[in-house]
């Protein structure tokens, strides 16, 4: 364990907006979880609010997410000149600044979660962001893999090995990606869909006027 407590100014800026895409990416995989990955009741009460939202939301949210693996895994240059913000990089960077250990570690780690993101760049590569003729059309081969919240889970679990390997380095702290706190997330939204949906059974009921809602600051909304 190196004494440093902090990141070297060659590699600071780029680590931290890299690590700011690795909160985002758990941010969208917690909200999806809080949503989808709780309970049936959850997925019920979601489909009976709004089904097709909840399906666009879910649809959404994992292709986002597939989006994120992908652009982390992502080569530093693209067709030979465009540069890339992704792991490959702080691997570089590392290499510069001659901590071989360190490097040996993450280019291990690397390898590994690029190979858990293959399936999700097929995904990317194929649907989500190109509309291959071949695959939808021609149907050539074998048929896009499905993606599981375990293969999701898996490729998080390396991803933030690897950004707490550089941590662990430079600052002796590790980050805890998957513990975040959606203040305002799915578990809000639910709250809010639980309480709408008391209300109209408590109109169904009877017990309140039909007209109510128009006391709601939010009826015009």
């Known amino acids: 364990m190196t004494n440093k407590t902090t990141f070297p100014k060659k590699l600071d800026n780029v680590f931290e907006r890299i690590e700011s895409e690795v909160n985002l990416l758990h941010g969208y995989w917690i909200t999806y979880r809080d949503l989808f990955g709780t309970s049936k009741e959850r997925v019920d009460l979601l489909n009976e609010s709004a089904a097709w939202f909840s399906y666009v939301i879910q649809n959404v949210l994992t292709d986002v997410v597939q989006l994120a693996f992908t652009k982390l ?28 250990e360190l490097l040996a570690n993450l280019e291990e780690s690397l390898s590994r979660f690029r190979e858990k993101c293959e399936v999700f760049k097929m995904h990317r590569n194929k649907r989500i962001a190109h509309f291959d003729y071949t695959t939808h059309v021609d149907k050539i081969g074998e048929p896009l893999p499905g993606v599981s919240r375990a293969m999701i889970e898996d490729a998080l679990k390396e991803l933030r090995y690897f950004v707490n390997e550089v941590r662990r380095f430079f600052t002796g702290v590790e980050a805890g990606y998957e513990y975040i706190k959606m203040v305002s997330g799915g578990d809000a ?8 949906l008391r209300y ?22």
């Open 73 to 100: 895994a992502d080569p530093v240059m693209t067709f030979g000149k465009k540069k890339n913000m992704s792991l490959e990089l702080i691997c570089e960077i590392v290499k510069e600044l001659e901590e071989d």
């Open 189 to 196: 939204l639910m709250e809010v869909l639980k309480r709408g």
């Open 200 to 221: 109209e059974e408590l109109w169904k009921e009877g017990k309140i006027d039909i007209m109510d809602i128009q006391k709601s600051k939010y009826y015009k909304v």
